[in-house]
């Protein structure tokens, strides 16, 4: 007789990847199950419906070439993925290039210091609706993560000093889409630094920062007017 272990390890990778799929469509992975269909060359897993914590993220270590994780939150917070999990991750697997980490609301600076010194790929980063960020986890992308090119940092509790860091960093020619919405403490200048020092910029999400002014149109208007319309997509809020 085989238990249920013997039967997956059996399983070909190409099977557990549709398995795997499957379930992360329906919610049902778990940290109960996810360590048993993740293998070795796993590029990418969707968790964003199922109910995973940092326990089973520390079963996803072994997948040392995995590129892509959505943790995303879609109805209420995330309170279970924590920056122990997201730092293990990310000393274990360099090859990450899209972190998806909407809403999961307990995680810190830490997290985004370790994924933007272990990942060097990183190109995607959502962590809109992750309160407890600061300036730090700007700084630390702006001095290490030159391939990023889209960052989701609403709701974050970041100033302008985090945004220039950002904008002046190594990633400043990599950047093309920023979404920094309902930041309460930014103000027309980090508009002013992410039009001025990221050339490549098409999408700039702004709205519900109480302390933009008409002056961040005006520097959007000469964005606008000099790049022959490579601006794509701008949403914000004049108070």
């Given at each position: 007789?085989?238990?249920?272990?013997?039967?997956?390890?059996?399983?070909?990778?190409?099977i557990k990847s549709q398995m795997l799929y499957l379930l992360s469509k329906r919610g049902l992975l778990n940290n109960e199950n996810v360590g048993k269909f993740a293998y070795d060359q796993l590029r990418k897993i969707d968790l964003s419906q199922s109910d995973v914590s940092d326990q089973g993220l520390f079963k996803l270590t072994r997948c040392k070439r995995l590129e892509k994780i959505d943790l995303n939150a879609e109805k209420v917070p995330r309170t279970s993925v924590s920056s122990a999990g997201i730092s293990c991750l990310s000393r274990s697997c360099q090859l990450l290039q899209v972190v998806f980490l909407r809403r999961c609301t307990n995680i810190t600076d830490e997290a985004i210091i370790s994924l933007s010194e272990n990942c060097p790929l990183?190109?995607?980063?959502?962590?809109?609706?992750?309160?407890?960020?600061?300036?730090?986890?700007?700084?630390?992308?702006?001095?290490?993560?030159?391939?990023?090119?889209?960052?989701?940092?609403?709701?974050?509790?970041?100033?302008?000093?985090g945004v220039f860091s950002l904008a002046n960093g190594v990633c400043?020619?990599?950047?093309?889409?920023?979404?920094?919405?309902?930041?309460?403490?930014l103000t027309d200048e980090s508009v002013e630094a992410i039009v001025q020092f990221c050339p490549g910029i098409s999408?700039?999400?702004?709205?519900?920062?109480?302390?933009?002014?008409?002056?961040?149109?005006?520097?959007?208007?000469e964005v606008l007017t000099g790049r022959n319309g490579r601006m794509k997509q701008v949403t914000w809020t004049i108070y």
């Open positions: 007789m085989y238990d249920d272990d013997t039967v997956l390890e059996s399983i070909t990778p190409n990183l190109s995607e980063l959502n962590i809109g609706g992750c309160s407890r960020i600061t300036d730090c986890s700007l700084e630390s992308l702006g001095k290490y993560s030159k391939k990023l090119s889209s960052v989701n940092f609403s709701r974050a509790s970041v100033s302008d000093n400043s020619k990599s950047l093309k889409e920023v979404h920094m919405n309902n930041c309460e403490n999408i700039l999400i702004f709205h519900g920062c109480p302390l933009m002014t008409d002056q961040a149109r005006m520097a959007l208007e």
